[in-house]
Nanobody, 125 residues
Framework: VQLQASGGGLVQAGGSLRLSCAAS????????MGWFRQAPGKEREFVAA????????AYGPSAKGRFTISTDRAKNTVYLQMASLKPEDTAVYYC???????????????????WGQGTEVTVSS
């Protein structure tokens, strides 16, 4: 499976962006897709993830209340709607796909074995 992330760009603080992650093929079984981000000089951190078919969603501390993850299974695509963006949200955002993750493992990047190339988000103050 190949993942293609898009939607990044430059936005002012307080603005919104929607990131998309398209999988190259339809996924079956217990699948999770997540978003992680890495700011310059920092470690990669968990942002959000969604698991199906029994839908479960998890958010990292930085995303709670501001970001929403969703999926369009017909398009093999996961979205990350980001609102109230802050300069500290500036990072490269990566999408990832894993299989058979339990809910507690959704934030763990070592559980994902397919990664997209990343899309850059810059939030200006």
């Amino acid at each position: 499976v190949q993942l293609q992330a898009s939607g990044g760009g430059l936005v002012q603080a307080g603005g919104s962006l929607r990131l998309s992650c398209a999988a190259s093929e339809r996924t079956f079984g217990n699948v999770a897709m997540g978003w992680f981000r890495q700011a310059p000089g920092k470690e990669r951190e968990f942002v959000a993830a969604i698991r199906w078919p029994s839908t479960s969603i998890a958010y990292g501390p930085s995303a709670k209340g501001r970001f929403t993850i969703s999926t369009d299974r017909a398009k093999n695509t996961v979205y990350l709607q980001m609102a109230s963006l802050k300069p500290e949200d500036t990072a490269v955002y990566y999408c990832a796909l894993g299989r058979n993750l339990i809910v507690s493992s959704l934030p763990r990047e070592d559980q994902y074995n397919h990664w997209g190339q990343g899309t850059e988000v810059t939030v200006s103050s």
